[in-house]
């Protein structure tokens, strides 16, 4: 148990002698994920998270649940996640562990509709006109029009 402690020691004449220790406890192993990368768009594995912990005995192991548990083979920071929750677990040199979520989200889907056509009134008159409608995805949006070269 953590804390002073003092021994006393008397021999077979009746001579004493003492001995103290202080034994410390480590400081618990406390942590976050930062650095948080969310999929940049739906279906998408961009995704990435960092874990930083603080107290323990160094060094520290994790183990991220993307690829299996109980290995403990990962680094601190793992990439390459889909949408999802994500465990990791990380072990101190003494054995102590420390666990957190991280939960990597996606956009919906990118999705856009021609919602409004109005085509040339004579050959070359160049008075067509569109309107598209964007839902989805992530904002905001570029939009390019391409004239494929075609009239008539």
């Given at each position: ?7 006393w020691?008397?021999?077979a ?18 942590g ?5 990368q969310h ?6 594995m961009d ?14 192991e ?8 109980g290995?403990?083979?990962?680094g ?32 919906t ?18 008075d067509g ?24």
């Amino acid at each position: 148990e953590a804390g002073d402690h003092l021994v006393w020691v008397t021999d077979a004449n009746g001579c004493t002698e003492q001995a103290g220790v202080a034994i410390t406890d480590p400081l618990g192993m406390i942590g976050s994920i930062i650095n948080i990368q969310h999929v940049s768009c739906q279906g998408g594995m961009d995704g990435k998270a960092t874990v930083q912990v603080v107290g323990g005995t160094l060094p520290y192991e994790y183990d991220w649940d993307n690829d299996g548990m109980g290995d403990y083979d990962d680094g601190p920071t793992v990439a390459g996640l889909s949408a999802g929750f994500y465990l990791v677990r990380v072990k101190d040199a003494n054995g102590c562990k420390f666990q957190t979520y991280v939960d990597i989200s996606e956009p919906t889907a990118l999705f856009a509709e021609i919602v409004d056509l109005s085509h040339e009134t004579c050959n070359g008159a160049k008075d067509g006109a569109a309107t598209v409608n964007v839902t989805g995805g992530t904002t905001p949006y570029t939009y390019e029009w391409i004239d494929s070269g075609n009239t008539g």
